[in-house]
């Protein structure tokens, strides 16, 4: 999320009560957690796992719950709890806005835009040229609609992120503070449900087509001239290139990236990152024709083990 006015270092600190090393003037432009970080942003790391990781990144201050050195061109805050004061100033900057109207007047709507009865268009919502909102459709604020996109009935768009910390007796959710973006000529089927990001974007490339129930996660990419079937469930920080075809009831898990051209059979589940120009199939997903062999052979055992008996 960018900031409308910069802040500095000494101003952040100010603000969530905490140390820090680094230039008091270091300007921060945004916030983000650490999956979508640019130069200019304020993240934050709270266990050691990811400490290496968050330090290299391209963040320009982090606030971190151990005192290490600054790497050169970084400035730290130090804190208890950085979750806590990475969300504090979330919801300082991202205040939940309330709408006491269907379409809110701060949405920009293009022309020959068709918007049917029940729709709800929240705060700050841009939506393009010659579309069509089916009724029961809830937009929530901030998200982007292009040109001759389609949105069939009770699909929601730019829910929370699926995002919590676990906290002893209780977790503590990661306030949402990105966006929904869809490109020109999508299609979006009913009863689909696509998250914003946590802080950044969740992206639907221009042309691609879903079915409906669809799920996509926090913080997804799903490239150009897709095909998602109906019941896919595809979790957060994924990567689908352009020109994939998933089949109805694929479950895809977080953080990983099928690649160009790829097409993933009926009920399959991806566990990890798949080369593009591939069919697969499986659960977990393998290639296709390994997965037929493997089948014929499991249906051949019950007469091989007779010869052992």
């Known amino acids: 999320m960018k900031l409308f006015d910069e802040l500095t270092l000494i101003q952040v600190s100010e603000m969530i009560t905490a140390e820090f090393e680094g230039l008091p003037e270091t300007k921060i432009s945004g916030l983000n957690e650490i999956h979508m970080v640019e130069a200019g942003d304020l993240t934050f790391v709270d266990h050691p796992k990811y ?18 050195t ?25 205040k939940f806005e ?12 293009g022309e020959n835009c068709t918007i049917q009865p029940g729709v709800f268009i929240g705060n700050h919502v841009k939506i393009g040229k010659n579309c069509i909102i089916h009724s029961n459709v809830s937009i929530y604020d901030h998200c982007v609609i292009g040109n001759n ?6 699909s929601v768009i730019g829910a929370d992120a699926y995002y919590f910390k676990r906290r002893p007796d209780h ?8 966006r929904v973006i869809i490109e020109d000529n999508v299609e979006i089927g009913a009863l689909s449900s696509i998250d914003k990001g946590v802080s950044g974007d969740t992206i639907v490339g221009k042309g691609t087509k879903f079915d409906n129930h669809v799920q996509v996660g926090h913080d997804t ?9 109906s019941q896919c469930a595809i979790a957060g920080v994924t990567r689908i290139e ?3 075809i998933l089949w109805a009831r694929v479950a895809v898990n977080k953080d990983l990236t099928i690649g160009k051209g790829a097409i993933v059979f009926a009920t399959s589940a991806v566990g990890k990152s798949l080369e593009g120009g591939k069919e697969y199939f499986g659960i977990p997903a393998i290639e296709a024709g390994d997965k037929w062999k493997e089948m014929v052979a499991l249906r051949q055992l019950p007469d091989l083990l007779k010869k052992f008996r």
Do not use: W
């Open 51 to 68: 400490y290496d990781k968050v330090l290299c990144s391209k963040a320009s201050v982090i606030i971190i719950n151990k005192k290490v």
């Open 70 to 94: 600054p790497p050169d061109g970084k400035a730290l805050l130090f804190s208890d709890d950085p979750f806590r004061d990475y969300v504090f100033l979330v919801k300082r900057f991202r």
């Open 98 to 109: 309330s709408s006491n109207s269907k379409i809110s007047n701060t949405a920009r709507i």
């Open 149 to 154: 996109v389609i949105i069939h009935a009770n």
């Open 171 to 178: 977790y503590d959710k990661l306030e949402s503070c990105g």
């Open 221 to 229: 990419y799903i490239g150009k001239n897709c095909l998602i079937g």
């Open 242 to 244: 352009d020109d994939v």
